[in-house]
């Protein structure tokens, strides 16, 4: 087998918020991928509005930075940004497909989180070589020898063998761009370097040049899809063999089995942001292929004389469902421009499932409604959000697990929920997850006053679960959870104590009404805010819903009142985000998404028939 000794292939993965994006920029900078005096924006590989609104990376992208060996040879690494939240693991599982080694980050405070041992389970799987960056060790409240020790302890924990857990370490600073091999004192910066070349040089000892036979037709693997205006679909590519030309006629190998014979009309190759114009590319190369619009992620393009197929990429099944549908409220249509017949919705929902591996989309009983299963609440409530940007109108269900039967019995999936919070708040997260059938593993106190608590707790328990979660901490505890196996049925939860403020009728919110409603419960709409009969407008302080007139306004008479000049003092209203709304959502409520408005409404908006379907016993 021969070596391309001038090329590495590397991922970084790591919990979210460790400093993936951050260090990219870094290694960026150092290699002169922006010209001088240029305007460059911090975490730039973070291009999506989301992700920069959010702080996390969705979408994994990949980019090539440039480096001169000290023997003066020319580097260059590619360089898959992964995201660090499990909800986004389809993408961390192609990314790793594209790979032959992985840069651990892991922040010298927080030490390895949940989505750090989904990454790096991923990555051992893989049998890929590991290089550990401690992160962020200039960090006050830093504990470097502790969080090496946890490292450790996680890889013989995923059960690594003797050549995973024999890596090196390197000590960073991803936001000055520095980079040492000798550990730091807690809290400093490493003083024996001013760069990332340490870091360099320890990817280039440690990860493997990519090897090929040189005899050996040409195999291509699709590992992910982007767009461009002028080229159309493009094909992002892992060469394993051989050799693409442009302009040459290639075997493109579906995933059904079938071989067609298409022609490369363009081949790309990353340097820095950019895709730039390549004649040819070899193996270990990861390139963009434009010129086949039906392509898909898992193919394969092979030699067209020698068609051979990579295996298909294979990943995690979804864990949680949403029902996404058209709007049905009586608000419809309101907005300009707004996309609402179910043709629009089921196309947007058909583009998405062609870069979306980990999605799934289902019919159900209604021809305006599909069933759509993700990896997580974030993910599915990302898709909504995008397609709520892109002026889509839906109606959107509560979250639900998604179960399947294993040795006959109906079995749910069960997240393991890691929690950092002030020791104070012991009692009341105990309690909170208590009520949603979770049971404690591990139960941690650094002696600063923080503990750390380790949970395993139905998937269904942590719908609305982030809410409550801050307000029993006041803000301050931090919680991540991944998924961790199946066990059978939890039986029936109740996660919300509370119960709906719900309009008996359409109007227009009033704040005389609202005045007197705000001792009842808490406030959802402002003054003048045009609600519908089914429409919540607020939360109830009590278990049961209520039905409200929120648009009673003061009656006008010609007789002078001595309280006639007094103003309604109104609490300001609390405004739910998207993530929000559905976590409020029970069973028998949905969320109306439109792009000027979020509403929770019922699912059915008649007063009487909801009343009736409450005797007869129907589920909520």
């Not at 922040?107 to 893989?126: I, M, N």
């Not at 091999?181 to 809290?187: C, Q, W």
Request: charged share 30%; net charge negative.
């Amino acid at each position: 087998m021969s070596k391309r000794t001038d090329l590495r292939n590397v991922a970084i993965i790591a919990h979210v918020d460790h400093g993936k994006t951050t260090l990219v920029d870094a290694m960026l900078r150092q290699a002169g991928a922006f010209r001088p005096g240029a305007d460059v924006d911090d975490r730039v590989m973070d291009s999506m509005d989301l992700e920069r609104e959010k702080g996390i990376t969705i979408l994994a992208k990949n980019t090539a930075v440039h480096h001169h060996t000290p023997d003066g040879q020319e580097l260059t690494i590619n360089i898959i940004d992964t995201p660090g939240h499990a909800d986004f693991g389809g993408e961390v599982e192609r990314g790793l497909t594209m790979v032959d080694g992985v840069l651990l980050l892991v922040d010298a405070s927080e030490g390895p989180l949940p989505q750090t041992r989904f990454v790096l389970r991923k990555a051992l799987a893989a049998k890929l070589p590991i290089v550990l960056v401690i992160n962020k060790v200039d960090r006050p409240d830093a504990r470097i020898k502790e969080v090496v020790d946890e490292v450790y302890e996680l890889f013989l924990d995923l059960d690594a063998d003797e050549t995973q857990i024999d890596f090196p370490i390197v000590y960073a600073c991803a936001r000055d761009g520095i980079a040492s091999l000798s550990e730091p004192g807690n809290g400093q910066v490493p003083a024996d370097s001013t760069n990332l070349q340490p870091l360099v040089q320890t990817l280039l000892d440690t990860v493997p040049a990519p090897t090929f036979d040189e005899g050996a037709p040409l195999q291509a693997h699709v590992t992910n899809l982007d767009a461009s205006p002028f080229l159309g679909r493009l094909a992002l590519c892992r060469v394993r063999q051989g050799t693409i030309h442009k302009g040459e006629t290639v075997a493109w190998c579906r995933t059904d089995g079938t071989v067609a014979k298409v022609r490369v009309s363009e081949l790309l190759m990353t340097e820095g942001l950019e895709r730039k114009p390549a004649a040819e590319a070899g193996p270990g190369d990861i390139i963009a292929v434009a010129g086949i619009p039906e392509i898909m992620i898992g193919e394969t393009l092979a030699h067209a004389e020698h068609p051979e197929p990579l295996p298909l990429i294979r990943v995690d099944e979804p864990a949680i469902s949403m029902t996404i549908g058209t709007n049905t409220s009586p608000l419809t249509g309101k907005v300009k421009g707004a996309k609402v017949t179910a043709r629009q919705l089921k196309d947007r929902l058909d583009r998405e499932l062609i870069g979306n591996v980990s999605l799934r989309v289902l019919p159900t009983e209604r021809p305006d409604a599909w069933e759509v299963q993700g990896r997580g609440e974030l993910a599915l409530a990302i898709l909504v959000e995008q397609m709520r940007r892109e002026s889509f109108e839906l109606t959107v269900g509560k979250p639900q697990v998604v179960t399947r039967e294993i040795d006959g019995k109906t079995c749910e999936p069960v997240e393991r929920l890691t929690i950092d919070a002030p020791d104070e708040y012991l009692g009341a997260i105990t309690q909170l997850l208590a009520t949603r059938k979770g049971r404690m593993e591990q139960l941690v106190n650094h002696g600063t006053g923080w503990i750390r608590m380790e949970w395993l707790i139905p998937a269904r328990g942590l719908i609305g679960f982030r809410t409550e979660f801050l307000t029993e901490t006041r803000g301050t505890g931090i919680a991540h959870h991944v998924f961790e196996s199946y066990e059978p049925w939890f039986g029936e939860l109740r996660t919300r104590p509370s119960g709906s403020l719900v309009a008996d009728r359409s109007g227009v919110a009033a704040s005389y009404a609202m005045f007197n409603l705000q001792e009842r419960g808490t406030l959802f709409v402002e003054p003048t805010t045009e609600v519908y009969e089914g429409m919540i407008v607020g939360e109830n302080s009590r278990a049961d819903d209520m039905d409200v007139n929120i648009c009673k306004e003061k009656k006008l008479t010609n007789v002078r009142q001595s309280t006639g000049e007094e103003l309604e003092r109104l609490v300001p209203p609390r405004k739910l985000s998207l993530e929000q709304a559905l976590e409020f959502c029970r069973g028998d409520e949905c969320v109306e998404v439109t792009p000027e408005a979020i509403r929770i409404r019922k699912v059915e908006l008649d007063a009487k028939l909801r009343e009736r379907s409450r005797r007869t016993g129907a589920p909520r």
